[in-house]
């Protein structure tokens, strides 16, 4: 989508229309009608056909050489100087002429030429209209800045307002984005000690910040796994043991828990 520029505009508005003018040439059905009613027999197809050739011919040449690119963006660029230059002199007027009126004095003079030089400064030709200083520094209506001109121009001034609307608003959700923006990037910033991962993307340990041991495939689960190894080696040594009680009325004393713990430590101690 070509920017919304006087210069865009009038390109686009050119090429239109040079592309209409640089159209082939055809009878219309209606004179191909009339030809061939024609008292006299008419024109053969013949003849039609190569007097159109030889015109469409020449007005193709006629295009290259009149229409050609740079001619058209050369007439482009002359109309937005043009209108570049009314706005100038608009504006320069509205700057210089005013002021107080009646009784009001040179002072009351000069303070009305300083109000203008102050939207004159934002409001000139060439303005950067993304910035939060122009942007604010806009009136929300034309009536403020040019009563006269708002009344001759209504759709003008209508669509004026809603531009300088939806501007502001724009410049709100920016500055609201830039808060975000920045309170991220201190969190961002409060976290890198945090971090787990080197600047070459590899792991590394961090020396302030123990890292986390409860992940996949972490130290903790591989603690786990050799815990469950080992108990299950030990089980199947215990039950290999044989039981060798005095009497059957000391085993039935004796408390099974010391019993297996008893031959734990003996399978222990052979290992």
């Known amino acids: 989508m070509a920017p919304p520029t006087i210069l865009a505009h009038k390109s686009s508005f050119l090429t239109a229309q040079t592309l209409q003018l640089s159209q082939a040439l055809s009878p219309s059905a209606t004179w191909k009608e009339s030809n061939s009613r024609s008292a ?9 056909d190569e007097v159109l050739y030889r015109a469409n011919h020449t007005l193709q040449q006629h295009a290259r050489r009149v229409y050609a690119p740079q001619a058209s963006r050369h007439v482009a660029e002359q109309i937005e100087a043009l209108y570049l230059e009314a706005a100038e002199k608009a504006v320069r007027g509205n700057t210089i002429g005013g002021g107080g009126e009646g009784g009001e004095g040179e002072e009351g003079d000069a303070e009305g030429v300083k109000e203008r030089d102050e939207e004159a400064k934002f409001l000139r030709v060439g303005a950067d ?3 939060d200083e122009v942007i604010a520094s806009l009136p929300p209506t034309w009536d403020q ?10 759709p003008e001034a209508h669509r004026y307002a809603d531009l300088a609307a939806s501007l502001s608003s724009l410049s709100t959700r920016r500055k609201e984005a830039r808060e975000r923006l920045d309170r991220l ?4 910033d409060s976290l890198a000690p945090f971090a787990s991962s080197g600047s070459d993307g590899a792991d590394s340990v961090n020396s302030k910040v123990q890292p986390n ?59």
């Open 145 to 154: 800045h040019s009563p006269s001109q708002a009344e001759a121009n209504p």
């Open 185 to 188: 990037r201190r969190m961002r």
């Open 213 to 271: 041991l409860v992940t996949r495939d972490g130290e903790l689960e591989k603690e786990l796994e050799r815990m469950r190894v080992l108990l299950v080696r030990v089980a199947g040594r215990v039950a290999q043991l044989p039981d060798h009680p005095e009497s059957a009325e000391d085993a039935i004393m004796e408390d099974p828990e010391i019993v297996e713990r008893q031959k734990v430590d003996r399978l222990l101690d052979d290992l």
């Open 40 to 48: 006299e027999g008419g024109l053969s197809e013949r003849v039609v």
């Open 129 to 131: 209209f993304a910035t």
